[in-house]
C-alpha cells in the first residue's frame, strides 16, 4: 500500500516545482515586457525631438560697407562683445589683427535669414569716423557689403530651464572626442554599453554600503542617465541604466550616441539656465564656438563634467586648471598627443572669459517685447522647445547708449538706490525712422532688472505730447489755418453739462494774447491750444489720433486736448514715428526674420506701410516741431546737440510734475523718453528739465543724420508779419519765413510793409 503521507509530501514536491516554475516564468516574462517597454522609450526618445531646445534671439548684424560712419572704438567694441581674438596674424576664423584704423577680421560663417555667408579675410579702413576701404585680402577686390554675425542677445527657455547649441559630430574636435575618451570611458569603442570591470568594481562597493554609492558608468550609461532617468541612486535605477545603455548600444552606432552625449552632458549654472552640451559650453566660459577651441580649452571643459560647479574656472581657476592637467595627463598616457602636445597645453592659461558673453544682460526690456511680438504668431510652447532663430532689430550700439543715458542722468537727478516705488524711474524706446524698426528699448532705471516693464505697461499721463495732433488737425484745413494763424491765448472757460467748469492754464501762469499757430505749440501755450481743439472738434482731434497711431480707446473729454490720457511709451513712438515718417504708419517691429533649427526660414517679417495723412500738413507740423527745439521749450536741447541737426521734438509735463516726457527725432532716428516715480508722486521734473536731458545724453553718443525735410511740392514759403500774421514787407522788422500750403499764404501786407503804419499807431495818434 502507498504511504498517504509520503503521497501527499510527493504532490505537494510537484506543485511548488510547478509553481516555481510558473512563477519563474511570469517573472521571465515580465521582466521581458519590460524590456520591450524600456527598449520603445529609448527608441522614442533617441529617434524623435531629443531636445527642447530654446528660442535663440540674434540682435541685428553690423553691416560693413564704404561710406558707413563708424569709429575704430565701437568695431572693436563689438569684436569683442563676439568673441573675436586679436592677434599679430589673423588667420583662423573668430580673429582680428589692428593697427592706427587698419584692421584685418577673419570673419566666421553664419546662416543668416536671407543667405548663407562664408568665411572671409578681409580689409577695413577708418578714416575720419567712416569706413573708406573694405576689400578681400586675396586679391583686394572690393566688396560692396559685408556682415559680421550677430550677437546672440538671449533666449526663450523651455520650461525646465535647460539651454543648449546643438553641434554634430562631424563638426567635432578630434581632441575632444580624446579627452572624452581618455578621462570618462578608456574603453567606449569596445564595450556594448557597460564596461564589466568597472561595472563589479561598482558592484562590490554599492553592495557593501547597501546602497548606490559608485557608478562604474560608461559614456553611454552617463548619457542614458542624463537623458531618460530621474537623479536618484538607488539599485532599481542602476538597473535600468544598464539595461537601457545596452539597447542604446544594441540600437545606434557609437557616433550617434557620442553626438548625443556631446549635447546633452551638464556643464554648468547661470541663475535658473542650465547650460547643457559642449557647443552652449563654449559659449559660456569663452565667448566661442566650439569648433575654434583649442585642445587645453577642451580638456577643461571635459573635466568639468566631473563636478561642473565644484570645477568651475570662473570661482576656482585652480581646480579647474589642476583638473585640465589630469586630464591632459591621461591623453598623453593613452597616446593621444604627444609629449610636447602635452607640455604646451599644460602651460596654457585657462583663457575664460570674465563673465559669460551674449547672453543677453540688460536687454531684458527688449527681449519682452520680441516675445510679446512672436506670440502673436506662435504658440508659446513652440517658442520653448522647437530651437527657433529670431533675428531681431535689436542695435546695441543704441541699446547701450540708452542704457548709459538713462543711468548716468538719473544718478545726477535722483542718487538714491535700490528698487522701490520712490524712486525716479525711465523708459525709452528707440527706433529707425525709415522703417518703423525698434533699435532699443529701456524699461526701468536698473536694465539688468528684468521686473515691470515701463517702456511696454507704464500707463502715465502724457501731457503736451498730445498737442502735435492738434495742430496737424488743423495745418489739415489750410483754409482755416496756417503756421501764421493768429491763436486767442486769452483766459477760457468751458462749460460742459453734468461736469465742472473747465479752465486750463499756462505753465507759466501768464496769457499772450494773440500768437501765431506755430508759436503756440514752440512755447507749448496750454489755452491757445485747448481753444483750438475745442474749435476743431474734440471728436474731429481723437480721430488724427487714432490716425497717427493710438490705438487706445479715448474719451471725449476737452482735458484730453493737454495731455490727460494715459499712454504707454511704445503707445507715444507709435504716434511720433508716423510724425517723423511724413505722415507715413509703420508698424514697429522687432524681428526681421524667423528660421527653424535647421535653419529653414518660417516667417518674414515684411516692411509695411499704409499713407495715414498727406505730407503737406505733416511737413508743416513738423517745421513747427523744430522750432519747439531751436526756439520753444525743447530749446536746452540746442547747447547738448548740434543745431545742424535740425532736430524736432515735443517735451511734455504733466499736473504737478509728476511725469517728464520728451519725444524727438533727427533724420534717422526718433527716440521717446519717460521719467516719472511709480506711486505716480511728483518728481519736480518738466520734459525739458528731466526726460529731454536723458535724450540728448543718448542721442549724442550716436551716429546721427540731419533731419532734412522734404519739401513737398505744393508747399511754398512765404515771409510773414509775426505781429499781424499778413505778408511781410520790408519795412517789417518781425518778419519771419514759413511754410504755407499753396493758396493759404496771406495776401495782404502787413501794415509795417513799405513804411506803413500798424493799426495801433493809427488809432492812438489818429494819422
Known amino acids: 500500500m502507498i504511504n498517504s503521507g509520503h503521497y501527499t509530501r510527493f504532490q505537494n514536491r510537484i506543485w511548488r516545482r510547478r509553481l516555481w516554475r510558473y512563477g519563474l516564468l511570469g517573472a521571465g516574462l515580465a521582466f521581458v515586457f519590460w524590456v520591450i517597454h524600456l527598449d520603445a522609450v529609448v527608441r522614442e526618445k533617441f529617434e524623435g525631438r531629443r531636445w527642447a531646445v530654446p528660442v535663440h534671439v540674434y540682435a541685428r548684424p553690423l553691416e ?27 588667420q583662423r576664423p573668430g580673429t582680428y589683427q589692428y593697427t592706427a584704423g587698419v584692421f584685418i577680421i577673419v570673419s566666421r560663417p553664419f546662416r543668416f535669414w536671407d543667405s548663407k555667408q562664408a568665411s572671409l579675410r578681409f580689409r577695413l579702413t ?57 578621462i570618462e570611458d578608456h574603453d567606449f569603442f569596445a564595450h556594448h554599453g557597460v564596461a564589466l570591470r568597472g561595472l563589479a568594481r561598482a558592484f562590490f562597493v554599492n553592495l557593501r554600503a547597501g546602497k548606490a554609492v559608485q557608478g562604474g558608468s560608461t559614456l553611454t550609461q552617463q548619457l542614458v542617465k542624463n537623458f531618460y532617468l530621474s537623479a536618484e541612486r538607488t539599485l532599481r535605477r542602476k538597473l535600468v541604466e544598464l539595461i537601457m545603455a545596452l539597447l542604446l548600444e544594441f540600437h545606434y552606432d557609437k557616433e550617434e550616441i557620442l553626438e548625443a552625449y556631446i549635447n546633452e552632458i551638464y556643464l554648468g549654472q547661470q541663475g535658473p539656465r542650465a547650460i547643457h552640451g559642449f557647443g552652449l559650453a563654449s559659449q559660456f566660459y569663452f565667448g566661442r564656438p566650439l569648433r575654434e577651441l583649442e585642445m587645453p580649452q577642451l580638456a577643461m571643459l571635459v573635466g568639468m563634467i566631473k563636478g561642473p560647479s565644484f570645477f568651475n574656472p570662473r570661482r576656482h581657476p ?54 510679446r511680438q512672436l506670440r502673436r504668431d506662435y504658440l508659446d510652447e513652440d517658442l520653448r522647445s522647437e530651437g527657433l532663430q529670431v533675428f531681431t532689430t535689436l542695435d546695441l550700439g543704441v541699446q547701450e547708449a540708452a542704457e548709459r543715458a538713462v543711468e548716468s542722468v538719473l544718478k545726477y537727478l535722483d542718487p538714491s538706490q535700490g528698487e522701490d516705488s520712490g524712486q525716479l524711474q525711465a523708459a525709452v524706446v528707440v527706433t529707425n525712422v525709415g522703417d518703423g524698426e525698434v533699435l532699443a528699448v529701456v524699461g526701468g532705471r536698473d536694465a539688468d532688472y528684468a521686473g515691470f516693464n515701463r517702456a511696454l505697461d507704464a500707463q502715465r499721463q502724457v501731457g ?13 484745413q489750410p483754409g482755416r489755418y496756417t503756421l501764421a494763424t493768429l491763436l486767442n491765448d486769452d483766459p477760457l472757460i468751458w462749460k460742459s453739462a453734468g461736469a465742472p467748469d473747465w479752465s486750463p492754464q499756462n505753465y507759466d501762469r501768464k496769457f499772450h494774447g494773440q500768437v501765431a499757430l506755430y508759436q503756440v505749440l ?27 497711431g493710438i490705438e487706445r480707446h479715448l474719451k471725449p473729454y476737452a482735458s484730453t486736448l493737454l495731455g490727460a490720457v494715459t499712454l504707454t511709451p511704445l503707445e507715444v513712438t507709435r504716434m511720433y514715428h508716423t510724425l517723423a515718417s511724413g505722415g507715413f504708419r509703420f508698424p514697429l517691429r522687432t524681428v526681421r ?52 541737426l535740425n532736430i524736432a521734438g515735443k517735451t511734455g509735463t504733466t499736473n504737478d510734475y509728476r511725469d517728464s516726457w520728451f519725444a524727438g527725432f533727427t533724420g534717422n532716428r526718433l527716440a521717446v523718453v519717460w521719467l516719472g516715480r511709480d506711486d505716480n508722486q511728483p518728481v519736480g521734473l518738466t520734459g525739458a528739465s528731466g526726460a529731454l536731458r536723458v535724450w540728448g545724453n543718448m542721442m549724442r553718443r550716436l551716429s546721427l543724420i ?11 514759403n512765404v515771409a510773414i508779419d509775426l505781429e499781424s500774421g499778413l505778408k511781410a514787407g520790408a519795412g517789417c522788422s518781425q518778419a519771419i519765413e514759413l511754410p504755407f500750403i499753396k493758396g493759404s499764404a496771406p495776401e495782404q501786407m502787413a501794415p509795417c510793409a513799405a513804411g506803413k503804419k500798424p493799426v495801433w499807431f493809427k488809432r492812438i495818434f489818429g494819422k
Open 64 to 90: 560693413l560697407y564704404v561710406g558707413l560712419r563708424l569709429e575704430p572704438g565701437r568695431l572693436l567694441e563689438e569684436l569683442k562683445t563676439l568673441g573675436y581674438r586679436r592677434q599679430a596674424l589673423a
Open 126 to 182: 577708418i578714416r575720419r569716423g567712416e569706413v573708406s576701404v573694405l576689400q578681400q585680402v586675396a586679391g583686394s577686390v572690393d566688396l560692396p557689403l559685408l556682415r559680421l554675425e550677430p550677437v546672440m542677445v538671449g533666449s526663450i527657455y523651455p520650461g525646465h530651464h535647460e539651454d543648449r547649441i546643438p553641434v554634430k559630430i562631424t563638426d567635432v574636435s578630434a581632441y575632444l572626442v580624446s579627452a572624452l575618451i581618455a
Open 318 to 371: 585652480e581646480r579647474a586648471t589642476d583638473r585640465r592637467n589630469l586630464t591632459l595627463r591621461e591623453m598623453f598616457t593613452q597616446g593621444f598627443i604627444g609629449e610636447q602636445e602635452h607640455r604646451l597645453a599644460q602651460q596654457a592659461p585657462l583663457g575664460v572669459t570674465e563673465k559669460p558673453l551674449n547672453q543677453g544682460s540688460g536687454h531684458s526690456a527688449y527681449l519682452d517685447l520680441v516675445h
Open 464 to 476: 503736451s505730447l498730445i498737442k502735435p495732433a492738434i495742430f496737424l488737425t488743423a495745418l489739415a
Open 522 to 548: 514752440a512755447r507749448s501755450y496750454n489755452v491757445a491750444s485747448a481753444r483750438l481743439g475745442l474749435e476743431l472738434g474734440l471728436e474731429s482731434v481723437l480721430k488724427t489720433l487714432g490716425k497717427l
Open 593 to 644: 526674420a524667423v528660421l527653424t533649427e535647421d535653419g529653414v526660414p518660417l516667417k518674414r517679417y515684411e516692411l509695411k506701410l499704409q499713407q495715414r495723412f498727406q505730407p503737406e500738413p505733416v511737413y508743416l507740423l513738423n517745421t513747427a516741431l523744430q522750432r519747439v527745439i531751436s526756439q520753444g521749450t525743447g530749446r536746452g536741447l540746442m547747447t547738448m546737440m548740434p543745431a545742424a
Open 706 to 716: 540731419p533731419l532734412k525735410l522734404g519739401q513737398p511740392g505744393q508747399v511754398i
